[in-house]
C-alpha cells in the first residue's frame, strides 16, 4: 500500500530525497509522515504533514528537513538537507488513508535505509 525509495549512503552535509507512494484502494489521504528508526532506539516521528498542507517537525531536523506531498500522487517527500551521522536509520513513511468514507486504517511503508558516513 506504501512504497518508499530514495535511501542510499551519502556524505555528511549532503542531501537526499525520499518519496513514498500510496496505492490501492484509496478515497482519501490523511496525515502522512516519516519515521525513523536507528540501531538500538526507538521508531521516532520525524515530520508529519497534514492533508492541507500543515506541517509539523521534529526538533532534531528542523530547517534541515522539509516534508512536502503531491495529493494528486498519493506521494509524499521528504527532502532531507546537511545531513549528519545521527540521522543514519531505516526510514518509514506512514499515512491513514481511507478506502471509502468510513474506512479508514494507518499504513507503513517498507522502510528506505539511509546512511550518512564519510
Known amino acids: 500500500q506504501l512504497q518508499a525509495s530514495g535511501g542510499g549512503l551519502v556524505q555528511p552535509g549532503g542531501s537526499l530525497r525520499l518519496s513514498c507512494a500510496a496505492s490501492?484502494?484509496?478515497?482519501?489521504?490523511?496525515?502522512m509522515g516519516w519515521y525513523r528508526q536507528a540501531p538500538g532506539k526507538q521508531r521516532e516521528l520525524v515530520a508529519g504533514?497534514?492533508?492541507?498542507?500543515?506541517?509539523n517537525y521534529a526538533d532534531s531536523v528542523k530547517g534541515r528537513f522539509a516534508i512536502s506531498r503531491d495529493n494528486a500522487k498519493n506521494t509524499v517527500y521528504l527532502q532531507m538537507n546537511s545531513l549528519k551521522p545521527e540521522d543514519t536509520a531505516v526510514y518509514y513513511c506512514?499515512?491513514?488513508?481511507?478506502?471509502?468514507?468510513?474506512?479508514?486504517?494507518?499504513?507503513w511503508g517498507q522502510g528506505t535505509l539511509v546512511t550518512v558516513s564519510s
Open positions: 504533514i497534514t492533508s492541507s498542507g500543515s506541517t
Open positions: 490501492g484502494s484509496i478515497f482519501s489521504i490523511h496525515a
Open positions: 506512514n499515512a491513514h488513508i481511507f478506502a471509502s468514507i468510513l474506512m479508514g486504517n494507518n499504513y
